[in-house]
C-alpha cells in the first residue's frame, strides 16, 4: 500500500502544482507547493493506511529524479529528498505526540514553507 499511496500523492501533487504554478507564477514554489504536497503525503497515506514515513520518503527520491530530469544538479536534487525526510519526521512526529494528524500535517507544511523560503530566498 505504500508505493500505492505514493503514486497518488506524486499523481495528485504533480495535478495540482501544475495547476497552481501556472495560477501563481514564480510565487507557488514557496507558498502553493508546501501545502500540495506535504497534504497529498500525509492524506494518501492515512487514507490508504500506508505508513508516513516511507510515503515522504518515495516521494522524496521521485523529486530527485524529477529535478535531476528537469536539469536539475544531483546535489540540489537530493537536497529535496533530505527535505521530505525530515518534513516527514516531522509530521510523524508531531502527530504521534498531538495526537492530531493535522496538526502534524500543519507542522510538516511550516517546515517545507521554511525551507522553500530559504531555498528562493523570499522573506516571510
Known amino acids: 500500500m505504500t508505493l500505492v499511496a505514493s503514486l497518488v500523492?506524486?499523481?495528485?501533487?504533480?495535478?495540482?502544482?501544475?495547476?497552481?504554478?501556472?495560477l501563481l507564477g514564480e510565487n507557488y514554489p514557496v507558498y502553493g507547493a508546501p501545502v500540495v504536497e506535504e497534504a497529498a503525503k500525509t492524506i494518501s497515506a492515512i487514507a490508504l493506511g500506508?505508513?508516513?514515513?516511507?510515503?515522504?520518503?518515495?516521494?522524496?527520491?521521485?523529486?530527485?529524479?524529477?529535478?535531476?530530469?528537469?536539469?536539475?544538479?544531483?546535489?540540489?536534487?537530493?537536497?529535496?529528498?533530505?527535505?521530505?525526510?525530515?518534513?516527514?519526521?516531522?509530521?510523524?512526529?508531531?502527530?504521534?505526540?498531538?495526537?492530531?494528524?493535522w496538526v502534524g500535517l500543519a507542522a510538516g507544511i511550516i517546515v517545507h514553507y521554511r525551507w522553500n523560503n530559504l531555498v528562493f530566498r523570499r522573506q516571510p
Open 50 to 101: 500506508a505508513p508516513l514515513m516511507p510515503v515522504h520518503l518515495l516521494f522524496g527520491v521521485a523529486e530527485v529524479f524529477w529535478d535531476v530530469g528537469a536539469g536539475g544538479k544531483i546535489l540540489t536534487s537530493l537536497s529535496s529528498l533530505l527535505l521530505h525526510m525530515v518534513v516527514g519526521f516531522v509530521t510523524f512526529w508531531i502527530w504521534y505526540f498531538s495526537g492530531l494528524w
Open 9 to 22: 500523492a506524486l499523481l495528485v501533487a504533480a495535478a495540482l502544482n501544475f495547476a497552481g504554478g501556472r
